[in-house]
């Protein structure tokens, strides 16, 4: 290219604000409570790995500050569990981490979400310390 050639332009794509009901939210917590109960999970479990990117989606596009923490604990959880050897002992403090942010966040939710959001937290929390034995 020469110096009189514009340079090719990406046209910024549109950002769409994600709406999610409180049915969605509901059945979201339900799904991540299932897969939970079969433990972390794991590269091959693509699954788990979709999961944990719905969480991110939805985390990002609600704009809350207050969720900052948990969905970049998200990231990192997505992040250590997608490579070939994920640090057992990274995964344990991101998931006690994630349930610490997880049960704060239940004591201030409304709509009945406190319970479901606390037994997720509990459920992270000792995902964390099953792995840091």
Same mark, same amino acid.
């Given at each position: 290219? &020469?110096?009189? #050639?514009?340079?090719?332009?990406? #046209?910024?794509?549109?950002?769409?604000?994600?709406?999610?009901?409180?049915?969605?939210?509901?059945?979201?917590? $339900?799904?991540?409570?299932? !897969?939970?109960? &079969? +433990?972390?999970?794991?590269?091959?479990? @693509?699954?788990? !790995?979709?999961?944990?990117?719905?969480?991110?989606?939805?985390?990002?596009?609600? +704009?809350?500050? +207050?969720?900052?923490?948990?969905?970049? *604990?998200?990231?990192?959880?997505? $992040?250590?569990?997608?490579? %070939?050897?994920? &640090?057992?002992?990274?995964?344990? %403090?991101?998931?006690?981490? !994630?349930?610490? %942010?997880?049960? @704060?966040?239940? *004591?201030?939710?409304?709509?009945?979400?406190?319970?479901?959001? #606390?037994?997720?937290? @509990?459920?992270?929390?000792? !995902? +964390?310390?099953?792995?840091?034995?």
């Amino acid at each position: 290219m &020469d110096s009189i #050639t514009p340079t090719p332009q990406s #046209t910024p794509t549109p950002t769409i604000p994600l709406e999610v009901s409180d049915e969605q939210n509901s059945a979201l917590v $339900e799904d991540t409570l299932t !897969l939970l109960n &079969d +433990g972390v999970p794991s590269r091959q479990n @693509k699954h788990g !790995l979709s999961e944990i990117g719905r969480w991110e989606e939805v985390l990002r596009a609600s +704009g809350r500050p +207050g969720l900052a923490k948990i969905t970049q *604990e998200m990231t990192a959880l997505r $992040e250590q569990l997608s490579q %070939e050897t994920p &640090d057992n002992h990274t995964l344990a %403090e991101i998931l006690a981490s !994630l349930g610490n %942010e997880t049960i @704060k966040v239940a *004591e201030e939710a409304a709509n009945g979400y406190t319970a479901p959001l #606390t037994h997720l937290g @509990k459920i992270l929390i000792k !995902l +964390g310390s099953t792995l840091s034995r």
